[in-house]
């Protein structure tokens, strides 16, 4: 079970907007590291998608966005299109400065 | 353009040993701390070990302390991961992936090696 919690899986139709959730602890997000988000299509590795809470490497289309508050933070991906199924994958620190990952949240688009 | 190429993945009994290595172009690989992460069959990332730029710093997942040791040769620009005494839980793909500079984040990442472990 994964220190930092994503839902299982999201879905929505072409077009729609979609939210994932990462939940935390004072020992990690709360904490004040920053928040980080992968994609990863079917069969291949994970991408960088967002960097330090809510920044976009270059390449990445800005309908993906993210926030964080506290001890969560969450990724929008608006306008869905269908190559955007994918899993996604939040990442942080703890205090003993290891790395964690979120479970992973299923991306459907209907 | 930045590449990381994983090799050294293989089937191996538990118990075994095996040397997981990342060849590292296109940027100054002494400038990057990096990081192995791995994903069991169907599951999601787990990090499995980080080395600073001088492999002063060096950490490692509960899991896999005091069986795994990482180690990294700027003048090769290569990353290694030296699993001991692997059980079948051990069964991943293995990630090498370079850390953005005073980021955090793992800013590009290998193709994957594939560890099975099993009888």
């Known amino acids: 079970q994964s220190v930092l919690t994503q839902p299982p899986s999201v879905s929505g139709a072409p077009g729609q907007r979609v939210t994932i959730s990462c939940t935390g602890s004072s020992s990690n997000i709360g904490a004040g590291y920053d928040v980080h988000w992968y994609q990863q299509l079917p069969g291949t590795a994970p991408k960088l998608l967002i960097y330090?809470?809510?920044n976009r490497p270059s390449g990445v289309p800005d309908r993906f966005s993210a926030s964080k508050s506290g001890t969560s933070a969450s990724l929008a991906i608006t306008g869905l299109q269908t190559e955007d199924e994918a899993d996604y994958y939040c990442?942080?620190?703890?205090?003993?400065?290891?790395?964690?990952f979120g479970g992973g949240t299923t991306l459907t688009v209907l | 353009e930045v590449q990381l190429v994983e090799s050294g993945g293989s089937l191996v009994q538990p118990g075994g040993s095996l040397r997981l290595s990342c060849a590292a172009s296109?940027?100054?690989?002494?400038?990057?701390?990096m990081n192995w992460v791995r994903q069991a069959p169907g599951r999601g990332l787990e990090w499995v070990s980080y080395?600073?730029?001088?492999?002063?710093?060096?950490y490692y997942a509960d899991s896999v302390k005091g069986r795994f040791t990482i180690s990294r040769d700027n003048a090769k620009n290569s990353l290694s991961l030296q699993m001991n005494n692997l059980r079948a839980e051990d069964t991943a793909v293995y990630y090498c992936a370079r850390e953005a500079s005073g980021r955090g984040d793992f800013d590009y990442w290998g193709q994957g090696t594939l560890v099975t472990v099993s009888s």
């Open positions: 296109g940027f100054t690989f002494s400038r990057n701390s």
């Open positions: 990442q942080s620190y703890d205090n003993s400065l290891r790395a964690l």
């Open positions: 080395i600073s730029t001088g492999s002063n710093a060096i």
């Open positions: 330090g809470n809510s």
